[in-house]
Structures are given as structure tokens and as C-alpha cells.
């Protein structure tokens, strides 16, 4: 079989877990000629450029030692992954939005896109347009156009959007999809606010640090907090139902930053802050207490009424939402075949391993169908 190239962009908590998933599914299909060709960074990058391929065996040390900048993006990269002398997969671990918005170029070039990168399927509905037009599973079968799958951009590597577009391609009609949708949230409220009341003394900014540090939290911590994370995986599921939501801000967002913090300039100096609010969060978790329930962060999408919510809610302590671990999601899907008991899935919803599963996961579909 000719070579499969792969462009890998991020190389961080996921990127890193996602090269080794890769050099093991390699060694393990030799004959399917997975061929790296740029590993990249935000500053430096590997590259191949006679695309014989780099070496998954000491990437990490040899990108770590690099002094090579990425190419730029996206004229440079779409000319040297585009001249590729046979299939090109682009990964993209980033959470950059310039790079997604350029997903259709890209597509249209007949280059396939995995990515655990929610902005391109999330941000405003012309571009989710542009990469369905121009993708050959969307509106491009008959085109050059390549393939693009993102099943970790919500619910990490949890079968959130295969089951989803199997519901809807095989004619069952969604109704609802309700849940916890956040690893990072998840995290934070069930150590903050577990179901036995005690935390060992734990404070919310100090759950927040510990989620950062457990490689769940989007590179700026912010971008979960303010519910804008759960919203934009909210939009790519309304979306794939059917409806056409215009941005992943046109529907009521709860943020859980504090109105004073809103204006520090980093995620260091927002992480700085924090602890001078933990009353604030601590009031609102005793409150649920007091009626024998917990906090926790959830959404909604009710395609009947077309309404989308996120916020915080209380929950009994018998309810599944509030009897959750670690950085589980728990995702209901209730349509028209399903009726009252919904069908729905449930695990991890953030971490290196679990996202980079889904990750490599959507790169065996496109090698499947190469
Ligand atoms: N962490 C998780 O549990 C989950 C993450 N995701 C998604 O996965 C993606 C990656 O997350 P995560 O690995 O945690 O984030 P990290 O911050 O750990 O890694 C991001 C990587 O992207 C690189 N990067 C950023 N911009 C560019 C650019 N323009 N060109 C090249 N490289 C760039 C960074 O470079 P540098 O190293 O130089 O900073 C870094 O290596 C995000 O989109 C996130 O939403 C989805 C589901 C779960
Ligand atoms: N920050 C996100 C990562 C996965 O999408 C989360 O916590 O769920
Ligand atoms: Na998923």
C-alpha cells in the first residue's frame, strides 16, 4: 500500500498522548504506512520535507531540541501537505481558531482533518457551512474534498458524536440531549461538592488548580469557567441535530467567573485571584446542602422547543448527575425511538489518553476509507 502522511499540529497534553497511541497502532499495522511528516508546536516543528517521514521513537527530545519554525499557516502548510505524493491526515491538537477556520482550504485541497478542536464545528455557522461543503463527508461526496471527523470535541473520546449521527442518519428524531458535558466541571464539582459533604477543607480555586494540572482544563482555564466550552459542544450537538445555531454565545451562558476577574490579562494572574471568591462558591454549594442536594454544571438542548441552556443546578444526592466521579460526562440522548429512557453515555470526559483515543479513533475511520 502507498504511504499515509500525517501532519500532527499540537503536541501538548493530547498531541503527546496522541504520537504515542499513533507509533503503537503503526507498529502494529505495518502494512498500512503511517508516515509522519511535521510534528509542531506553537514555535518550533519536525518536518519531513522530502516526506520520507520522522521518527516516532524520539520526537519528543528531538522537537524539544528544535530550532526549525512551524510553517506558516495556512499558504505554507496547505503547499507543503498538499504536494504530499499521496494521502495527507492533518491533526490538529490545538486549540487555535485561526487553524480551524482554515479547515475548509484544507478540505478543499482533498487533505482529511481529525481534530479534538471544538472551534471549527462551534464558532460561527458559516464556517461549520464551509467545512461540511467542502468535506468529502458532507456535501462534497463526488469532489476531492477529504474527510474531517472531531468525535473528541465533545465528550473527549466518549462515542458521543458517532452515536449521535447514527441516531439521526438511520431516522431516529432527537428530542433532547441533557447532561454533564465538562470534564473539567465535572472534576471540580464532584471534589468541591462531593455527595458525603466533605472535601477535606478544599477550596474551589484549589480544585480549579488541581484540574489544570490533570491536563482536563482547555490551555486557559477561563474558557471553561465561563460555560463557553459546555457551549460550544452544546452548539456542535444542536448542529448535528439539525439545528442551525448561529454561535455558540447566541443562548444563556452561567460563567462561574467572578465579575471582578474578568479583566486579568492572563490565566496566571486569573489563577492568582480566584481564592479571594472561594465564599462566593462555597455559600452557593452550602445552600444545596441545606436541601439535601449538590451543585453541579450541566447543559441542555431541547431540539423540540429549540432551546439551549448551561448553568449551574442543584441535584438530589440519589440523582446519576450528582453521583458522578472524577472527570466523568454523562450524556442522555431521549428521541422518538428511545421514549422515556433515554440512551446514554457515560464516562471520562476529559484527559490526555481518553481524548487521544477519540482522536486516533477518527484517524482509523479516514484510513479505512482511504
Ligand atoms: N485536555 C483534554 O482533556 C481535552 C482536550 N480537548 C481539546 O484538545 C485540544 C488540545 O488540548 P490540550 O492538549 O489539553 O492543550 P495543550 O495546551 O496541552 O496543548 C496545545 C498544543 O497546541 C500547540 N499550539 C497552539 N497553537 C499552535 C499553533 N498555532 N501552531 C502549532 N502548535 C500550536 C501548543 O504549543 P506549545 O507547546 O508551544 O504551547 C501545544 O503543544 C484543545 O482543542 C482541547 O479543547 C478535547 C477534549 C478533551
Ligand atoms: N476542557 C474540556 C476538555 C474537553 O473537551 C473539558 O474539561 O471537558
Ligand atoms: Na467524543
Redesign the pocket.
Given at each position: 500500500m502507498s504511504k499515509i502522511y500525517v501532519a500532527i499540529?499540537?503536541?501538548?497534553?493530547?498531541?503527546?498522548?496522541f504520537i504515542s497511541q499513533l507509533a503503537s497502532y503503526s507498529s502494529r499495522n505495518p502494512s498500512l504506512n503511517i508516515t509522519p511528516i511535521l510534528i509542531?508546536?506553537?514555535?518550533?516543528?519536525l518536518i519531513s520535507p522530502d516526506y520520507s517521514g520522522l521518527s516516532l521513537s524520539n520526537w519528543a527530545s528531538d522537537l524539544a531540541s528544535a530550532t526549525t519554525p512551524?510553517p506558516a499557516?495556512p499558504t505554507e502548510t496547505l503547499k507543503f501537505l498538499s504536494t504530499a505524493p499521496g494521502p495527507v491526515i492533518l491533526v490538529?491538537?490545538?486549540?487555535?481558531e485561526?487553524?480551524a477556520s482554515s479547515y475548509p482550504q484544507f478540505l478543499s485541497a482533498g487533505i482529511h482533518i481529525v481534530?479534538?478542536?471544538?472551534?471549527g464545528f462551534s464558532s460561527s455557522i458559516d464556517l461549520w457551512n464551509g467545512i461540511y461543503s467542502a468535506a468529502k463527508n458532507g456535501d462534497n461526496a463526488n469532489g476531492k474534498g477529504g474527510f474531517v471527523f472531531h468525535e473528541?470535541?465533545?465528550?473527549?473520546?466518549l462515542p458521543v458524536l458517532s452515536t449521535l449521527k447514527e441516531l439521526v442518519e438511520t431516522g431516529d428524531k432527537i428530542r433532547k440531549i441533557e447532561g454533564v458535558f465538562s470534564?473539567?466541571m465535572s472534576f471540580l464539582f464532584n471534589s468541591f461538592a462531593p455527595l458525603s459533604g466533605d472535601n477535606g477543607g478544599k477550596g474551589f480555586a484549589e480544585c480549579v488548580v488541581q484540574a489544570k494540572e490533570l491536563?482536563?482544563?482547555?490551555?486557559d482555564p477561563r474558557?471553561d469557567l465561563n460555560g463557553l466550552?459546555v457551549a460550544r459542544k452544546l452548539t456542535i450537538l444542536a448542529r448535528l441535530s439539525g439545528l442551525a445555531v448561529p454561535s455558540p454565545t447566541s443562548f444563556p451562558i452561567q460563567s462561574l467567573i467572578p465579575s471582578e476577574l474578568e479583566t486579568a490579562k492572563s490565566a496566571e494572574e486569573f489563577l492568582e485571584g480566584l481564592p479571594r471568591f472561594d465564599g462566593e462558591m462555597t455559600k452557593k454549594k452550602t445552600d444545596a446542602e441545606a436541601s439535601g442536594s449538590v451543585i453541579r454544571y450541566v447543559g441542555s438542548l431541547n431540539v423540540e422547543r429549540k432551546e439551549v441552556k448551561v448553568g449551574l443546578e442543584s441535584f438530589a444526592k440519589s440523582s446519576s448527575i450528582a453521583g458522578l466521579q472524577g472527570?466523568d460526562n454523562i450524556i442522555s440522548f431521549y428521541t422518538e425511538r428511545y421514549g422515556a429512557n433515554p440512551l446514554i453515555v457515560q464516562g471520562a470526559?476529559?484527559?490526555?489518553e481518553?481524548?487521544a483515543m477519540?482522536?486516533l479513533g477518527d484517524l482509523i475511520k479516514v484510513v479505512q476509507r482511504l
Open positions: 499540529i499540537g503536541a501538548g497534553g493530547v498531541g503527546k498522548a509542531s508546536r506553537s514555535k518550533t516543528a512551524p499557516f490538529d491538537n490545538t486549540s487555535d485561526a487553524i481534530t479534538p478542536n471544538k472551534k473528541a470535541s465533545v465528550g473527549a473520546g470534564g473539567t491536563g482536563y482544563t482547555e490551555p474558557d466550552d472527570s470526559g476529559a484527559g490526555a481518553v481524548t477519540g482522536v
